[in-house]
């Protein structure tokens, strides 16, 4: 991706992006996750720049699928272990290269995603050798808001996330 300009979709892994990493269980076998909601702002900056996310995980449980219709994500795919094949296949339904994509992930199933696309980035708690290989290190770690913070820094080096702030009447 050339800086200046805006990807023209957005990927994100979840596990260890959009939360701690965490996975908890209850005695009865319930599976709990806990996102952060600033996250949901960068979702909505993109959604305001009619840029589609899409969130590829490994994981398939219900609660990505809820927080994924909670906010109107455009495309989820769950429980895939090869993220740079789906990546690919949507760009091509898409009619993009991976060069106008932007991802951040946090672990050994995103090295070949982050690797192929046009701007990467990791959460502050990625292993450092993650960390490394993008474009750019969020300075906060997963489940503290590096989602927004991606985007945020997506926004600032295209040069317009003061007009999106402004849309939210914020000068």
């Known amino acids: ?4 300009l805006l990807p023209k979709l957005v990927l994100t892994d979840i596990d260890g992006v959009w939360t701690d990493a965490g996975m908890y269980y209850d005695q009865t076998g319930n599976e709990w996750k806990k ?11 993109c959604k305001h720049l009619s840029i589609p996310v899409g969130i590829i995980t490994g994981e398939d449980t219900a609660i ?54 046009g701007f990467s980035a990791a959460p502050a708690n990625a292993p450092e050798y993650i960390r ?10 997963g489940g503290e808001g590096a989602f927004r913070e991606f985007i945020e820094e997506i926004l600032q080096r295209a040069g317009v996330f003061k007009s ?6 914020i000068d």
């Open 164 to 169: 999106v702030l402004s849309h939210f009447h």
């Open 35 to 45: 996102f952060n909601t600033a996250d949901s702002a960068g979702v909505l900056f």
């Open 64 to 117: 990505v699928q809820r927080r994924s219709e909670k906010l109107k994500i455009d495309y989820l795919f769950q429980g895939i272990q090869d993220k740079l094949t789906v990546a690919t296949e949507l760009c091509a339904k898409l009619n993009i290269s991976l060069a106008e994509v932007a991802y951040i992930g946090d672990d050994l199933g995103d090295i070949a995603l982050l690797k192929a696309v």
């Open 1 to 4: 991706m050339i800086e200046s």
């Open 132 to 141: 490394n290989l993008v474009h750019f290190p969020t300075n906060k770690a």
